[in-house]
């Protein structure tokens, strides 16, 4: 291996590739020569880009996958941007001139949406976009010059805001191809192939940057002053100009300065640092360039990026210096976001670079363990591997690690030049050597008159550096002491009256005298190790004295407890709780004895033999139950039920220390204006429904209803370590899942503890996504286990600020107050929506669709009435599109069974009586489908889901029985049962029923005449007071109503033998319907009136006169064939 040349100092940064992004192409099949990548954007969440064939990919940058792929139709993608403030809009703009606006909606879980579209620019080549940096609103610049912009319309602006349509506004027209657009502050940039223009959007101004015109492709952007001296000062923006100049301007237009880089430009480009070859470096010296900046880009840390078709150029304006220039070939496009940036190429490869200073990038090398790629960085970058500063990332024995790792056989002369480098590495002290010597160049420091040493140390100094590490190493030590004195308070605070937190957890009193633990530090600390042994052995000392103290405390017997007191009531229990937390030996036996057996049972679950045998599983779940019951049973807290006394204040706080850390909530009192408040939900929900409702809200899932029998615990009743948290959570949880409790009465009568009581002791354990599902799923015929897990997350959340907004009554304010909780934890959504139903009944439920698939229909179901979760249901259904009703409802029934239920609800509310459907018989009473459903949309989709035959056939008794005719004659049809079906068309007597698509049309000879028989049968049991009259036009079937009543109903064709011929002989001629009338009995004459008779002769002859034109017909084409013949 040759010598590698070493690069000159000037050169800090280097591009570097770490990511391969072809596998992404080629699984997008962005690779082939028929679909390419024509542009791309990128932000801190995506990766955009833009294909040939219209389609636009959303690339998940975490983890490179693929999330969306959003398609159009008008032509490929030549344009994309991404919203810099809100990453749920991207702009896209075609070939064909069109501009689209995108709203993801990726956080409310629906479908990406247009939510603006222009026309502006038909027919022109849109050649850059750019969004307003805090509104909704998209700039675009085509090729003839023309400038516009348009907004987007959005439910985040505002209620109806998604439903207003902006009017596209076309800004001006320059005099040549608009480059590049930039927006900043309310101003935007313009640049075209002649010159700049800025451009005040709010007050409708113009200027031109500058007097001089240019001819070409020239970028502008504008550069915030963000950073260092310059920070809060007025944006500056740059202009290309010809010969590799930038203009400087100020954020008015006026021209400060010309940045002249083609000298600076004749320098050797620096390596690309990739996975792709090893980096190349020529030391020949380069001539001066003189290029055109096609695009000007604000890059990484107040620097300016631009690129040409072989090489990319970094600059730093502020200093008028070039940062690196690197040669990329084939450069297409760049998109950028911070210090990285993402480069498009001809052939449609892409590469994925970064901007970062030598060190950072041998340590990612180091990290990605490219042991040949980071030694050759280190031997060529000499100058910045070697200064003491690169110590902190580059340690010398991660130095040595690197040599070791490179193989002698093909690195040899590599390994050599490493050696030469890490020779002349700095030591990370070399600055100063010696801390006895170098007081005077780090530190300045005086002697006051009392002769102490008053020392000031320098910011960033060696001795600054090391004081921090101490100081910072002690008040760890001190927050340890801390912690352990808490621990200790607890045991000792039912006997000792001194403050265990005076001096801030620093200083503890004790009857012999004062120890003070906080360790003085004089102005020159001593070596840390030398520090840390000091600390080390004040808190053995502290540890050992507090111990003694506890000792003789436990030994005196005048601080020993009384005994309980009947008239305290339950204080007695709560005293000798607190006496037995007094033994910290028995404490620290019994957490010993549960992590031993929480271990072993993570250790036996874990091997699949054991997980997959239930009888193995159970064995092992009840070997480590009674440690759980022993440790952390209700006999430890038998005080921190629901209902605390005012004795056990300070316990429960000390039980609130340990709460978990994704709950915010607080131990709720039991107050009577709480008492009364419960009562008055309980009510709420009774005044809404009529007495069915009524018995259903006394035995309901309710959980101001739950047993009292065990104390429901949300909190540890004593501080657990977060890996045995872990641990029993993963334990209690299976254990409750896999319900190893066996048969309520024999838990009874051998003592065992049931699953809701156990849910109540151990539910400060419980994974609380789990136990939701299993109450839905595994327990939903014992209530009362949901009701207590309903019961436990109303106690955690209640310190939510959520909960104060509820309790004031305003429901919008209250949906909107959830919603800003996204990302939404089911269990706590949970309880928060039934403190609003409990609150606002069905109203509230009618709102919870936008909640969904986070609640869930069976959520609803377990907290709701029957007749409000119809309510929820018909809602959810009715929000989906109509083409996608069908098949969101059948996702929904999960398990099947669900259907017969949901079924039999929405055809028992809000129905019409089954004594105004059904006669005192059972059959269909007269125009009874003319009634209305309240649920009718529902019902029909119900029945039209696709289902098992036992289904369907339970499904049309179900509708039978409950008087819902179309749905019964729709399942009879489907069930091939097309003579129940006919029957009941007849006796509901509506010729609109035999029609399509609704109704069922007869195929058959045999099904007419079995329908005449039936009419005629039928029209004798008709009621007097609806004598059937010949219909004048009986071939248009009346609309059904919605009305209450039948008598509020248009006047429907009757099904009468009359109205069934004429039907006949439309279908199949007059002369074969009467026929079929005199096969079944009846006479013609008797039961066609004057004007059926009249309308079958004129059939007759219609038919007679088709006849003829066909014949004629068919003998002309005959003459006319025979004389082309001839």
């Known amino acids: 291996m040759p010598m590698l040349p070493v690069v000159p100092e000037v050169q800090s940064h280097v591009l570097a590739e770490f990511d391969c992004l072809d596998p992404l192409l080629s699984a997008l099949r962005l690779d082939s020569g028929r679909l390419k990548c024509t542009c791309l954007a990128v932000s801190r969440k995506w990766l955009a880009l833009g294909t040939s064939a219209g389609g636009l990919h959303l690339i998940q940058r975490e983890g490179w996958k693929q999330r969306l792929i959003l398609t159009h139709k008008e032509g490929s993608i030549t344009q994309v941007s991404c919203c810099p403030h809100d990453e749920d809009f991207i702009a896209v703009a075609t070939s064909q001139g069109l501009v689209v606006v995108w709203e993801l909606q990726l956080e409310r879980r629906g479908r990406p949406e247009r939510v603006s579209v222009s026309w502006e620019h038909r027919g022109q080549t849109l050649t850059s976009l750019c969004w307003d940096t805090a509104a909704l609103r998209v700039f675009a610049g085509d090729k003839g010059g023309k400038v516009s912009f348009l907004r987007a319309g959005s439910s985040k602006l505002g209620k109806g805001s998604a439903f207003v349509i902006f009017p596209v506004q076309t ?17 935007l940039l313009v640049s075209s192939l002649t010159r700049c223009y800025l451009c005040d959007t709010e007050r409708e101004k113009f200027w031109r940057v500058g007097n001089k015109e240019r001819d070409g492709e020239y970028g502008a952007c504008f550069f915030p002053l963000s950073r260092g001296v310059t920070a809060g000062q007025p944006p500056l923006l740059y202009c290309a100009r010809p010969g590799s100049r930038v203009w400087e301007a100020s954020f008015s237009g006026d021209v400060l300065s010309t940045h002249q880089f083609k000298q600076l430009l004749a320098v050797p480009p620096a390596p690309l640092i990739s996975y792709r070859s090893e980096p190349h470096y020529n030391r020949a010296q380069k001539s001066s360039q003189s290029i055109a900046f096609p695009r000007l880009l604000y890059f990484g840390d107040q620097n300016l990026l631009t690129w040409t078709d072989s090489a990319i150029y970094v ?45 950072r990038c041998v340590d990612r090398l180091l990290r990605r363990e490219a042991w040949s790629l980071a030694a050759t960085v280190c031997v060529m970058f000499q100058h910045a591997i ?147 042994q000091a600390v080390r052995d004040s808190v053995s000392s502290f540890v050992k004295k507090t111990t003694e103290k506890i000792n003789t405390l ?58 997959l045998d239930p009888a193995c599983l159970k064995e092992t779940l009840q070997e480590w139950i009674p440690v759980l019951e022993r440790v952390l049973g209700p006999e ?10 005012a004795g056990e204040e300070e ?78 959570t993963q334990l209690a949880t299976l254990y409750l899942e896999l319900g190893y409790f066996g048969d309520p009465v024999v838990q009874k009568e051998r003592g065992v503890v049931g699953v809701n009581a156990f849910l109540r002791r151990f539910f400060f354990l419980l994974d609380q996504e789990r136990v939701r599902r299993m109450c839905l799923l595994g327990y939903g015929d014992q209530p009362e286990v949901h009701i207590s897990f309903m019961e436990a997350m109303l106690e955690l959340t209640q310190s939510s600020k959520v909960v104060e907004v509820i309790q004031k009554g305003d429901l919008l304010k209250s949906l909107r107050c959830l919603r800003e909780l996204q990302p939404w934890s089911a269990p706590m959504l949970l309880a928060h929506l039934h403190r609003l139903y409990e609150k606002h009944g069905e109203l509230a439920v009618r709102s919870f669709t936008q909640f969904y698939p986070t609640i869930l229909p069976s959520d609803v179901t377990a907290m709701a009435k029957h007749s409000h979760f119809l309510a929820y249901l018909d809602n959810l259904v009715q929000s989906r599109a109509e083409e996608q009703r069908l098949s969101f409802l059948g996702s929904l029934l999960q398990p099947e069974a669900l259907r017969q239920d949901w079924l039999g609800l929405a055809l028992t509310h809000d129905a019409p009586q089954k004594s105004d459907t059904l006669t005192t018989d059972g059959q269909p009473r007269w125009h009874s489908h003319f009634f209305s459903w309240g649920y009718g949309r529902l019902l029909s989709l119900l029945i039209r889901l696709p289902a098992d035959l036992a289904s369907k056939q339970k499904m049309a008794e179900t509708c039978r029985i409950n008087g819902y005719w179309t749905g ?20 509901l007597d509506d010729m609109s029923l035999l029609e399509e698509p609704s109704g069922m049309v007869p195929q058959t000879m045999d099904e007419w005449k079995m329908l005449l028989q039936l009419s005629q049968q039928c029209s004798n049991s008709r009621p007097s007071d609806h004598i059937p009259t010949p219909d004048p036009n009986p071939s248009l079937a009346p609309t059904p109503s919605l009305a209450p009543t039948p008598s509020l109903t248009p006047t429907p064709s009757l ?72």
């Open 171 to 187: 800004i001006t027209t320059v005099d040549s191809r608009v480059v590049q657009l930039g927006y900043l502050d309310g101003r």
């Open 315 to 359: 600059f730093t304006p502020q200093s008028g210096q070039v940062l690196l220039w690197t040669e990329v070939k084939d450069v297409v496009e760049l998109a950028v976001y911070r210090n990285e940036l993402f480069c498009l190429h001809g052939d449609g490869r892409m590469s994925h670079l970064s901007l970062l200073s030598v060190e």
């Open 386 to 532: 070697a200064p003491s500063r690169a110590r902190k990332s580059i340690p010398i024995d991660r130095l040595d690690h690197l040599r070791s790792q490179l193989s002698v056989t093909t690195h040899l002369d590599l390994i050599g030049q490493l050696e030469e480098v890490v020779a002349k590495l700095e030591p990370l002290d070399s600055a100063s050597s010696s801390r006895r010597s170098s007081i005077s160049s780090h530190e300045s420091f005086n002697v006051l008159d009392c002769g102490i040493y008053r020392v000031i140390s320098r910011r960033g100094s060696q001795s600054d550096e090391e004081t921090s590490s101490l100081v910072s190493q002690s008040m760890l030590e001190e927050e340890r002491l801390k912690e352990f004195s808490f621990v200790q308070e607890e045991e000792e605070q039912q006997g000792a009256e001194h403050d265990p937190q005076s001096g801030g957890g620093l200083e503890v009193t004790e009857p012999s005298g004062n120890h003070q633990f906080h360790l003085p530090l004089s102005f020159r600390p001593k070596h840390s190790r030398i520090a840390l």
């Open 554 to 611: 436990q030994m005196n017997s005048d601080l020993w407890p009384r005994p309980p007191d009947p008239k305290d009531g339950g204080q007695g229990h709560v005293e000798a709780v607190a006496t037995t937390c007094l033994d910290p030996g028995n404490a620290e036996t019994d957490q010993q004895d549960l992590i031993t057996a929480t271990e072993k049972g993570i250790s036996q679950i874990q091997d699949p033999l054991v997980l």
């Open 636 to 645: 430890l807290d038998l005080g921190l039920g629901k209902q605390s006394p």
């Open 651 to 728: 316990e429960t706080e000390d039980a609130a220390d340990n709460r978990p850390e994704n709950v915010q909530s607080e131990i709720p009192s039991s107050s009577p204006e709480g008492q009364e408040e419960g009562k008055r939900g309980e009510d709420s929900p009774q005044q809404n429904g009529g007495q069915e409702d009524q018995r259903e809200a006394q035995d309901h899932h309710r959980p101001d209803e739950a047993s009292t029998e065990e104390n429901l615990r949300v909190w540890s009743p004593k501080p657990l370590p977060p890996d045995l948290q872990a641990h029993l």
């Open 968 to 987: 019964y004659v729709y399942l009879c049809c489907e069930l091939q049962r097309r003579t129940e079906a006919f029957s009941t068309i007849c006796r």
């Open 1055 to 1126: 099904v009468t033998p009359e109205n069934l011929v004429l039907r006949l002989a439309r279908a199949v001629g007059p002369d074969r319907a009467l026929e079929a009338l005199q096969e079944v009995g009846m006479q013609s004459d008797m039961e066609l009136g004057p004007h059926s008779t009249l309308v079958c002769e004129l059939l007759r002859v219609a038919e007679k006169r088709q006849r003829a034109l066909i014949q004629t017909m068919l003998e002309r084409c005959d003459r006319f064939l025979w004389s082309q013949h001839a």
